[in-house]
């Protein structure tokens, strides 16, 4: 009986009322009986419910593990090829698998990391195995993660050696098997400044420069450096550095040597392990995966209030590819 009904005060009413009585008692007993087996079936299997989560972050950890992963650029290392706040997508089967391939989450690094704002990395890494399962060796030009030996973070540089290279770097230019690779000086690149582009002095001094309109643009010495198999791309040159010479390294079988397109500012395998960098070449057992293209980038003007996050999205950078182009006519090394 709904609310809006009114009581009624006949005789006739009292008769219909009390004709009602039971229809009315055993349509709210069958009602309990009905309602009981439907809250009992509507109510939630946490059981199941806990199962279908779990089986859902193992088929994602399955995928990074295998398939592919997303990544951030957190340094300028890579630059101009990839800024800071680039997301990109890395193949985990492009080199076949080996330790570094497994993704396994540290719930109390992630802890650590969310709420003691401590930063480290999110995953356990697990003890240096020799070989790949399906193993293939990168080609130059290749941009890579890798992760060092008895370290835990995920380092991203460009493949520039091979295994049984004689590679040197003799004042910025890199000298394979006796043979300088081509570099050419293009026009300076200008990269507008954003707060994940800051054009830091300490990096790049004198480059900031001030437009007539008030904003600021990083303008860069740049050059398009050629490999022996025709992959080119540009890199940073600053000017001499201690990393502008590296003296004559046979690579060794199952190695590869990594650079950083930003030549001047890259702690790759020029620079020591002391030094926070690969240490010369690398097991190619270290080799995570390779860098495919690029999702979206953040200026990192983003803040809590979702308007911010349109305006800090990058335009033109979101879908750009990864790979090297290669130089018309030229042939891949065999």
Not at 4 to 25: L, R, Y
Not at 42 to 54: F, K, N, P, Q, V
Not at 309 to 330: D, P
């Amino acid at each position: 009986m709904t609310d809006d009904i009114k009581p009624q005060t006949d005789a006739q009413s009292g008769v219909v009322q009390a004709a009602a009585a039971p229809a009315e008692a055993a349509a709210l007993k069958a009602h309990g009986k009905s309602g009981g087996k439907k809250g009992k079936s509507e109510g939630t299997d946490w059981l199941a419910e806990l199962r279908s989560i779990a089986l859902l972050i193992l088929a994602v950890l399955c995928f990074h593990s295998f398939i592919a992963k997303p990544f951030y650029i957190p340094s300028e290392s890579m630059m101009p090829t990839m800024l800071v706040g680039d997301r990109l997508v890395v193949t985990k089967y492009a080199y076949g698998w080996s330790y570094v391939s497994p993704t396994i989450p540290n719930p109390a690094a992630i802890f650590r990391s969310l709420v003691l704002r401590t930063p480290e990395p999110w995953g356990i890494s697990l003890p240096f195995m020799k070989g790949r399962i399906w193993g293939k060796m990168p080609e130059r030009g290749d941009i890579a993660i890798a992760t060092p030996r008895n370290r835990s973070e995920d380092y991203i540089k460009r493949v520039i050696g091979l295994p049984g290279d004689l590679l040197e770097v003799r004042d910025g230019v890199v000298i394979l098997n006796g043979k300088p690779v081509k570099q050419e000086w293009l026009a300076p690149l200008r990269l507008p400044v954003d707060a994940n582009a800051p054009c830091d002095p300490r990096q790049f001094p004198g480059a900031l420069q001030l437009n007539p309109d008030g904003s600021a643009l990083c303008v860069l010495p740049v050059k398009r450096e050629t490999l022996p198999n025709g992959r080119a791309y540009t890199i940073i040159d600053m000017g001499t550095r201690e990393t502008d010479f590296y003296p004559p390294t046979r690579i060794p079988p199952n190695h590869v040597f990594l650079m950083g397109d930003n030549r001047d500012n890259s702690a790759d395998s020029r620079v020591s392990l002391e030094m926070q960098g690969l240490g010369g070449p690398i097991p190619w057992e270290t080799i995570g995966g390779r860098a495919e293209f690029i999702t979206f980038s953040l200026n990192g003007s983003a803040t809590l209030n979702p308007v911010s996050w349109f305006s800090a999205f990058r335009s033109g950078r979101a879908g750009k590819s990864l790979h090297a182009a290669r130089v018309e006519g030229a042939t891949a090394e065999k």
